[in-house]
């Protein structure tokens, strides 16, 4: 008999949620020797020109990399590696020049903190490169920096290039490649969810539905930032892009199929995956799919929408003139960066990040370069990691940044009791840095647990404390992680609702405009598709939201799982939308305007209400319609989720 917890013991769970290891994709074996050799390069190099402290600033520099090196495509790599180390070099230079100045320090990093939150609103990449902006300038403000005021950036910013330069060394044999094979697996996730049609367990398929959004996400923003760099037309990247335009009508039809409860011949999965190993390996010859005869309406939208994908992937020349480029192309570069810096200067989140960092960061700061206490640059560094709030929640990364911390303090204690500093530190160095990226992917803790003798060990090349600085830099962490929970947390009680409330109302209110879009006479398929699109991208984000607000106490954490069932409800609208608009595409009776206005107005009503109140509450609702209307099901749908009520 499996033993059970007594009542009185048994753990919270957004206590067990946060101590839950994340699902981890295969090892990236590749990264983890690229992390061995550029964080074990330069303190070798070094130690061989007796400079050992050079080579300790270079490999910090290289961690910045490794942390950095997330993506599979060249030209991605070098945006989320070489672009932040530009600003990891601002930032330790502005950081050195205050360096054991008192309020002016306090003062120039705080500054530093607000801009740096600012900015990390923007993006991916600039999120990346305001974390390392603020990351350096602590380092910098609270190390003694050995050698001339520019030998500090240059060292650092070589490190990160050193893991640039290897992650490039295979860029022309494999140019093209991961592209595909990106492509290639949102094909593979679609027939997944295919498959998951016929499950009897709704959750499972709204997994498989939820993966496939984030495929597409990942696949789109891969293809169009190579785009970006091309103004004309490439051959390459067009047919990519068309495949995936290509994908569309399948993913339209699934729901379709689903709400219809029919379920599809295990032919018609095998067939997509026969379509995506043919856009892994680049064939263009014939392909046979042997599809079965379609016996309904949805059997024959799936049927129409793989006859016309399999003719897109075979086909051995795209013309770009040809393709519906239904996305849009990206605006030119100049135009993208004002556009960016406008929206950051005009925001209120933006702000609300910025001031909310600097405040945490200032406060770190003067207790450092204020209170005539030994404290560390680690307090600062401490709340630089914890309030990412696009990296996960403030307190959950609070709680696992001081249980990791824990546990590389463990490893680091083992590390500089037991091996002599000098050329020890190599072999020891190319063990550790390949734990950064293999735990990266199992969750917050796992990596501070990782990170953390690594930077111990660099600390320790550069002020010689040896076992010395173990335990105040467990004070300091610790300290640091009371600072975010109290200034960035407790203090703004809002920041769920901005975080998470608004952002639900705002993808209703959008879904109510895709339902009038999605039945107007006339309407561009272009702008259709663009909907939809950002449509399931915004609900992704919102789920994404949702799961991190999950693993906060009460009351946030009882606030988000009561809502969590409307955020499936408006997922499952959203399908019931496209599942009707695939139906009348395919003969069916379209709706009438006075139905489309009906569930329109219903769930702007529902947006409104969602943005005003705390609490959810059960609606009534007076969805009327003929029976035999392809909105029928969709009616359902809006009527489920107006009537859901939280508990009190």
């Given at each position: 008999?499996?033993?059970?917890?007594?009542?009185?013991l048994?753990p919270?769970?957004?206590?067990?949620?946060?101590?839950?290891?994340?699902?981890?994709?295969?090892?990236?074996?590749?990264?983890?020797?690229?992390?061995?050799?550029?964080?074990?390069?330069?303190?070798?190099?070094?130690?061989?020109?007796?400079?050992?402290?050079?080579?300790?600033?270079?490999?910090?520099?290289?961690?910045?990399g490794?942390?950095?090196?997330?993506?599979?495509a060249?030209?991605?790599?070098i945006?989320n590696?070489?672009?932040?180390?530009?600003?990891?070099?601002?930032?330790?230079?502005?950081?050195?020049?205050?360096?054991?100045?008192?309020?002016?320090?306090?003062?120039?990093?705080?500054?530093?903190?607000?801009?740096?939150?600012?900015?990390?609103?923007?993006?991916?990449?600039?999120?990346?490169?305001?974390?390392?902006?603020?990351l350096?300038?602590?380092?910098?403000?609270?190390?003694?920096?050995?050698?001339?005021?520019?030998l500090?950036p240059?060292?650092?910013?070589?490190?990160?290039?050193?893991?640039?330069?290897?992650?490039?060394?295979?860029?022309?044999?494999?140019?093209?490649?991961?592209?595909?094979?990106?492509?290639?697996?949102?094909?593979?996730?679609?027939?997944?969810?295919?498959?998951?049609?016929?499950?009897?367990?709704?959750?499972?398929?709204?997994?498989?539905?939820?993966?496939?959004?984030?495929?597409?996400?990942?696949?789109?923003?891969l293809?169009?930032?190579?785009?970006?760099?091309?103004?004309?037309?490439?051959?390459?990247?067009?047919?990519?892009?068309?495949?995936?335009?290509?994908?569309?009508p399948?993913?339209?039809?699934a729901?379709?199929?689903?709400?219809?409860?029919?379920r599809?011949?295990?032919?018609?999965?095998?067939?997509?995956?026969?379509?995506?190993?043919?856009?892994?390996?680049?064939?263009?010859?014939?392909?046979?799919?042997?599809?079965?005869?379609?016996?309904?309406?949805?059997?024959?939208?799936?049927?129409?929408?793989?006859?016309?994908l399999?003719?897109?992937?075979?086909?051995?020349?795209?013309d770009?003139?040809?393709?519906?480029?239904?996305?849009?192309?990206?605006?030119a570069l100049?135009?993208?960066?004002?556009?960016?810096?406008?929206?950051?200067?005009?925001?209120?989140?933006?702000?609300?990040?910025?001031?909310?960092?600097?405040?945490?960061i200032?406060?770190?700061?003067?207790?450092?370069?204020?209170?005539?206490?030994?404290?560390?640059?680690?307090?600062?560094?401490?709340?630089?990691?914890?309030?990412?709030?696009?990296f996960?929640?403030?307190?959950?990364r609070?709680?696992?940044?001081?249980?990791?911390?824990?546990?590389?303090?463990?490893?680091?204690?083992?590390?500089?009791?037991?091996?002599?500093?000098?050329?020890?530190?190599?072999?020891?160095?190319?063990?550790?840095?390949p734990?950064?990226?293999?735990?990266?992917?199992?969750?917050?803790?796992?990596?501070?647990?990782?990170?953390?003798?690594?930077?111990?060990?660099?600390?320790?090349?550069?002020?010689?404390?040896?076992?010395?600085?173990?335990?105040?830099?467990?004070?300091?962490?610790?300290?640091?992680?009371?600072?975010?929970?109290?200034?960035?947390?407790?203090?703004?009680?809002?920041?769920?609702?901005?975080?998470?409330?608004?952002?639900?109302?705002?993808?209703?209110?959008?879904?109510?405009a895709?339902?009038?879009?999605?039945?107007?006479?006339g309407?561009?398929?272009?702008?259709?598709?663009?909907?939809?699109?950002?449509?399931?991208?915004?609900?992704?984000?919102?789920?994404?939201?949702?799961?991190?607000?999950?693993?906060?106490?009460?009351?946030?954490?009882?606030?988000?799982?009561?809502?969590?069932?409307?955020?499936?409800?408006?997922e499952?609208?959203?399908?019931?939308?496209?599942?009707?608009?695939?139906?009348?595409?395919?003969?069916?009776?379209?709706?009438?305007?006075?139905?489309?206005?009906?569930?329109?107005l219903?769930l702007?009503?529902?947006?409104?209400?969602?943005?005003?109140?705390?609490?959810?509450?059960?609606?009534?609702?007076?969805?009327?319609?003929?029976?035999?209307?392809?909105?029928?099901?969709?009616?359902?749908?809006?009527?489920?989720?107006?009537?859901?009520?939280?508990?009190?």
């Open positions: 008999m499996p033993r059970e917890f007594p009542i009185g048994t919270p769970d957004w206590l067990v949620r946060n101590l839950r290891p994340e699902q981890a994709a295969p090892l990236n074996w590749p990264a983890l020797a690229r992390a061995a050799l550029a964080m074990a390069l330069p303190l070798a190099a070094g130690l061989a020109v007796g400079q050992p402290a050079y080579g300790a600033l270079a490999s910090m520099g290289a961690l910045s490794v942390i950095g090196d997330t993506a599979d060249y030209r991605m790599r945006l590696i070489a672009v932040p180390q530009l600003f990891g070099a601002a930032g330790v230079t502005a950081g050195a020049l205050v360096y054991d100045q008192g309020w002016l320090t306090v003062a120039v990093i705080t500054g530093i903190a607000l801009i740096s939150g600012m900015i990390s609103t923007i993006g991916a990449v600039s999120s990346v490169s305001g974390l390392l902006l603020l350096n300038s602590v380092i910098g403000a609270g190390l003694p920096m050995p050698g001339a005021w520019w500090t240059v060292l650092m910013t070589g490190g990160g290039l050193l893991v640039l330069f290897l992650a490039l060394l295979a860029w022309p044999l494999r140019s093209g490649v991961p592209e595909r094979s990106a492509v290639a697996a949102t094909y593979r996730t679609v027939a997944d969810q295919l498959t998951a049609i016929g499950s009897t367990d709704a959750e499972e398929y709204d997994r498989a539905r939820h993966i496939v959004t984030e495929s597409l996400n990942e696949s789109y923003d293809i169009l930032a190579r785009r970006a760099r091309y103004r004309g037309r490439s051959r390459d990247l067009t047919r990519m892009v068309a495949q995936l335009n290509a994908i569309t399948v993913v339209e039809a729901p379709a199929v689903r709400i219809a409860g029919e599809l011949p295990p032919e018609i999965p095998a067939a997509v995956h026969r379509i995506a190993d043919a856009i892994d390996t680049g064939y263009t010859g014939p392909l046979e799919l042997g599809l079965p005869e379609p016996r309904s309406e949805t059997g024959r939208a799936v049927d129409h929408s793989l006859r016309h399999t003719e897109v992937v075979t086909s051995p020349d795209v770009p003139r040809g393709i519906d480029d239904r996305l849009g192309r990206p605006a100049g135009i993208r960066t004002s556009r960016a810096a406008r929206n950051v200067v005009l925001s209120a989140d933006s702000w609300r990040y910025g001031i909310r960092l600097a405040l945490c200032g406060i770190a700061q003067a207790l450092v370069s204020l209170v005539p206490v030994p404290r560390s640059y680690w307090v600062a560094l401490t709340v630089t990691f914890v309030l990412k709030p696009d996960g929640s403030v307190f959950s609070a709680l696992l940044r001081a249980l990791g911390t824990v546990v590389g303090l463990v490893v680091a204690a083992t590390v500089l009791m037991l091996v002599p500093r000098g050329w020890w530190d190599i072999p020891v160095m190319m063990v550790l840095a734990l950064i990226p293999a735990l990266t992917r199992r969750g917050y803790g796992f990596q501070t647990a990782a990170v953390t003798p690594v930077i111990l060990l660099l600390s320790d090349v550069l002020n010689h404390q040896g076992t010395g600085l173990l335990l105040p830099r467990l004070l300091d962490s610790l300290m640091g992680c009371g600072i975010a929970l109290t200034a960035g947390y407790l203090l703004w009680p809002e920041s769920w609702r901005t975080r998470v409330g608004d952002r639900l109302a705002n993808a209703v209110a959008d879904t109510a895709y339902v009038d879009l999605a039945f107007e006479q309407a561009d398929p272009a702008a259709r598709a663009r909907m939809r699109r950002r449509l399931y991208r915004d609900l992704s984000t919102v789920r994404t939201e949702f799961q991190r607000a999950l693993t906060e106490p009460p009351p946030a954490g009882r606030r988000a799982a009561a809502w969590w069932p409307l955020v499936v409800a408006v499952r609208i959203v399908d019931a939308t496209t599942a009707a608009r695939v139906r009348v595409r395919h003969g069916a009776p379209p709706p009438t305007r006075a139905e489309v206005d009906q569930i329109a219903q702007r009503e529902l947006a409104d209400g969602v943005r005003e109140a705390d609490t959810l509450f059960a609606v009534r609702t007076d969805l009327t319609g003929p029976p035999d209307s392809v909105l029928e099901p969709l009616r359902q749908e809006v009527a489920a989720a107006r009537a859901i009520t939280s508990p009190h």
